[in-house]
């Protein structure tokens, strides 16, 4: 199993940055990629990045090209998400998703992120 804790959710104004932070523990080697998603109230889950777990490979929703960077920090196990040039239609709870071999994917409880005009 795979666990995964999410950190660095808050409060910015437009324009600013935060980076978010995914941590995951117990048997990672069976990531495969780590996929963060984001939910605004009364809208579907989003897709905003992914990235192949011990490779450079990447994707990005097209409402965050260009202004997220997500990336691996393998001593830490943990997948960080940049954000820039936050806009206030990027307010959602942000969560992270591991895909593993063989297994369901697990997530991560969430993070508040809200951005004011």
């Known amino acids: 199993q795979v666990q995964l804790v999410e950190s660095g959710g808050g409060l910015v104004q437009a324009g600013g940055s935060l980076r978010l932070s995914c941590t995951a523990s117990?048997?990672?080697?069976?990531?495969?990629?780590v996929v963060w998603y984001r939910q605004a109230p009364g809208k579907q889950r989003e897709l905003v990045a992914g990235i192949t777990w011990g490779s450079d490979s990447t994707n990005y929703g097209d409402a965050v090209k260009g202004r997220f960077t997500i990336s691996i920090d393998s001593a830490e196990n943990t997948v960080n998400l940049q954000m820039n040039s936050l806009k206030p239609e990027d307010t959602a709870v942000y969560y992270c998703?591991?895909?593993?071999?063989?297994?369901?994917?697990?997530w991560g409880q969430g993070t508040q992120v809200t951005v004011s005009s």
């Open positions: 117990g048997s990672i080697f069976s990531i495969s990629q």
């Open positions: 998703a591991a895909d593993i071999y063989g297994g369901p994917r697990s």
